[in-house]
């Protein structure tokens, strides 16, 4: 097991027209690990999949995907053998029937696991015989989910992997993701279902306006986080507490309450020493942290 | 065994897990010698980054409660020292009990009780020294 990341990215940079959809992203995904993409709409997440995957060139900037240059057309194909990837529209066949396209996918790869497409199709109740054009949108998500687990891939990567899917669905999703990654397979996945990623991701990047805002392990972000409600005999003064890891301070009267990214520690220490009278520290869940960050941007 | 982990309570999945184990092994709802599911299996189950169980298992085996032996599981080792451990938890527990009786006694309801142990557990023991 080496520590190289799968994926780095060295100042990443993707422009149309005016349009800057990814600035200067530094990157860096570790391998054995399910890492969350987390990003609003339009944040710029599948334009980064895309540069990683060589689908787009990036504008300037370059990176690495298990160690091969996303900008070198031969090393990109390299690397594309071991790299499984479900696009956001999961495109597939129409013509082909389910049985049909299991096949047909699986005669492009020499590690394909017959074991896990047959336990999937069970598992996720595909119907054998169904033309691909007639399945649901789920359906669909589902069989193009089946394809990739099935390659043996050294690191899957999924863009929104759990749309379209129901609360069954995402539960078998999450559980397959658990068994790939004990497998030793690295996952990189887009989401905007925060409670399943605080669920399953041992990191998380929070992409906004194609900028890289967090990097950070789960675990991490739980312990530093902190939200610290205060109460003064006075209104407090708010640069007191402008120090670092503050990100947000709202006073209303005597009362205040601080958002912190880490440091909540001296923050409680110096409302001490300003004679406060109540403190309370409370975790900030996975999704305030993501909804405090981009508001801030 | 049931394990159940919380994501939003602000503390690390492995240290929750940590803290269940020892705590089963301390009620003696896990005994010593007993087999602990796998990695993985345990991962499907809560679903969990099999990292997070590794994790805890590792620190677990670090602090002599857990036994790994390769390819054939985690077993709870409960010697000597994690039984004195044991003994000091239950002592700890029942003053515990004393005291939140006491306060509420004193006419303090279970909620600020409970806020007045979160908030003195989450401040680093330098700036209660220094009150």
Request: aromatic share 6%; proline share 4%.
């Amino acid at each position: 097991m080496t520590n190289t990341p799968v994926i780095l990215t060295r100042d990443l940079t993707k422009s149309y027209a005016s349009l800057k959809a990814v600035q200067g992203l530094n990157l860096s995904v570790e391998p054995n690990c399910i890492t969350a993409f987390l990003g609003q709409n339009g944040a710029g997440k599948s334009t980064t999949i895309k540069m990683l995957l060589g689908m787009i060139r990036p504008s300037s900037g370059d990176g690495t995907v298990l160690g091969k240059r996303i900008t070198d057309a031969g090393e990109n194909r390299e690397m594309r053998r071991k790299v499984a990837y479900v696009a956001e529209n999961k495109p597939l066949y129409g013509y082909m029937s389910v049985e049909q396209t299991v096949r047909f996918a699986s005669s492009f790869y020499p590690d394909w696991r017959t074991d896990v497409a047959n336990r999937l199709l069970s598992q996720y109740k595909l119907p054998h015989r169904r033309k691909v054009k007639s399945l649901s949108k789920g359906m669909r998500t589902k069989l193009a989910l089946l394809l990739a687990f099935a390659r043996r891939p050294d690191l899957l990567i999924l863009d929104e992997p759990s749309e379209g899917l129901d609360p069954v669905g995402i539960e078998h999703l999450l559980q397959t993701l658990v068994a790939q990654s004990a497998e030793g397979v690295s996952i990189f996945f887009s989401s905007h279902q925060i409670a399943e990623v605080e669920r399953i991701a041992d990191h998380v990047c929070i992409l906004d306006n194609g900028r890289l805002l967090v990097n950070a392990s789960l675990d991490r972000l739980r312990q530093s986080y902190r939200r610290i409600d205060l109460v003064f005999p006075f209104p407090p003064p708010e640069r007191e507490f402008r120090i670092v890891g503050v990100e947000k301070i709202r006073i209303n009267g005597n009362e205040m309450s601080v958002f912190a990214s880490m440091n909540s520690e001296a923050v409680v220490e110096r409302a001490r020493n300003l004679k406060v009278v109540s403190v309370e520290v409370a975790p900030v869940g996975l999704r305030d942290i993501f909804l405090e960050t981009v508001k801030e941007n | 065994m049931f394990f159940k982990l919380n994501p939003t309570t602000g503390q690390p999945l492995y240290l929750q897990l940590m803290q269940q184990i020892r705590h089963a092994a301390e009620t003696g709802a896990l005994q010593d010698g007993e087999q602990l599911p796998g990695i993985r299996t345990l991962a499907e189950e809560l679903v969990v980054s099999p990292n997070t169980i590794a994790k805890a298992y590792s620190e677990l085996e670090h602090d002599g409660i857990l036994e790994l032996r390769h390819g054939s599981g985690a077993f709870l080792t409960v010697r000597r020292r994690t039984r004195s451990l044991i003994d000091h938890v239950q002592v700890a527990r029942r003053r515990l009990r004393d005291l939140i009786e006491r306060l509420r006694e004193e006419g303090l309801l279970d909620e600020e009780i409970r806020r007045a142990f979160e908030a003195e557990l989450l401040y680093p023991a330098e700036i209660v020294g220094k009150r």
